[in-house]
């Protein structure tokens, strides 16, 4: 009886906001503030090392609060204060009301352990064909060998559908936790005009980029319908950003709608840093949500010291060693690689919680203030 009263009220708050009109964007001022109330920002991309996926990390039958437990304790133990975590619209199409006390159980995890969330609603990197259920066994080697899209490309077909589909997802996710302190805020589409030339690049739908860009302004709008007193962002991806006519139409959406100033990189300090410098003329706050990729120069000595200098909030790519497989790098889909590699590519911790690089860890900890062992 619960789950029914829930659902139906889950019901009533799409149709109330069905018509609702967006809030506006943050102001300068607002989105200051927020970075004020929060403070500096640092952390890491999360899903529990036992999970390929999003799906299977949230679907009933394979969440594992006791894997996430351990593991964000870990992150505790690194004095990381805010985890990135990937949601999947089809989650809410097989149980909208279990998602949301799922959700709700990871956000209790999270902040025993002090650590606010970064909530991915739309993701456009990886298999464009996510299916529900059993997902399939990880393959040796290769880096996100079962990460799935969200929607897939059969849905971005097909934007008829997305106000019947999509946007009650987005609604109901977002208009649930809309003034959750333990939410720090939330992102739309996860590079969205990413078309995945060297793994799926092939089984991307025609006109993706153009499609998905129009997803993402609907899903701003959706987002801010529910009026969230989190910033909504999206994150910029390609480049460093140095001309606003330059931009491509994108691009455009992204940092012109976005609350707080979102992006990524996988380069050294130098570019890193032009990054930052070009972004700044936003006046908002800067967060990259994606960094260090070992073999690139991309690590975390000197680009975390460099982001708290700056008061530029820092989440990398990844944490625990898993099913994910990003240890290997991005080029295992075109080179078979038949063992671990020398120098991992992302990630922190192996699944018993021993690091990679202990004088990374010891690093991490020195500019967070974390105590040492």
């Known amino acids: 009886m619960k789950n029914r009263i829930h659902l139906g009220w889950l019901i009533l708050l799409c149709i109330i906001t069905m018509n609702a009109q967006a809030r506006d964007r943050f102001t300068e001022q607002q989105a200051e503030q927020w970075q004020q109330d929060r403070g500096w920002m640092v952390g890491s991309n999360f899903s529990p090392s036992t999970a390929i996926n999003q799906l299977e990390m949230w679907q009933a039958d394979t969440f594992d609060p006791a894997t996430i437990d351990r593991e964000l304790g870990w992150a505790q133990s690194l004095g990381f204060t805010c985890m990135r975590v990937f949601l999947h619209d089809l989650l809410w199409k097989q149980d909208s009301a279990g998602l949301l006390q799922r959700m709700e159980q990871f956000l209790a995890i999270a902040d025993k352990h002090h650590i606010a969330i970064d909530f991915v609603l739309f993701d456009s990197v990886w298999d464009p064909n996510p299916k529900l259920g059993k997902q399939h066994e990880l393959v040796l080697g290769l880096h996100n060998s079962g990460w799935v899209q969200s929607p897939g490309a059969e849905m971005l077909r097909h934007p008829e559908r997305w106000d019947a589909e999509l946007k009650p997802y987005v609604v109901g996710v977002v208009g649930h936790f809309k003034d959750d302190k333990r939410v720090a805020f939330w992102e739309t ?103 260090m990729a070992r073999p690139r120069g991309s690590r975390f000595d000197p680009i975390l010291g460099y982001c708290k200098k700056e008061n530029v909030g820092a989440i990398n790519w990844g944490f625990v060693a898993g099913k994910t497989n990003t240890i290997y790098p991005w080029d295992s889909w075109e080179h078979h690689y038949p063992a671990e590699p020398k120098v991992w590519f992302h990630d922190i911790f192996r699944a018993d919680g021993t690091p990679f690089d202990s004088s990374e860890v010891t690093y991490i900890r020195k500019i967070t203030g974390a105590a040492q062992p």
């Open 189 to 291: 589409i996860n590079e969205p005009d990413n078309t995945n030339g060297s793994s799926y690049g092939k089984q991307e739908p025609p006109h993706k980029i153009e499609r998905a860009t129009e997803l993402l302004k609907q899903s701003f709008d959706w987002a801010r319908s529910v009026d969230p007193s989190q910033p909504i962002t999206s994150g910029v991806w390609r480049g460093n950003w140095p001309d606003d006519d330059k931009l491509s139409p994108t691009e455009q959406v992204q940092l012109h709608e976005s609350d707080i100033i979102s992006f990524h990189s996988y380069d050294p300090l130098d570019k890193f840093r032009l990054c930052v410098e070009h972004l700044r003329r936003y006046h908002r706050p800067l967060i990259c949500t994606e960094y």
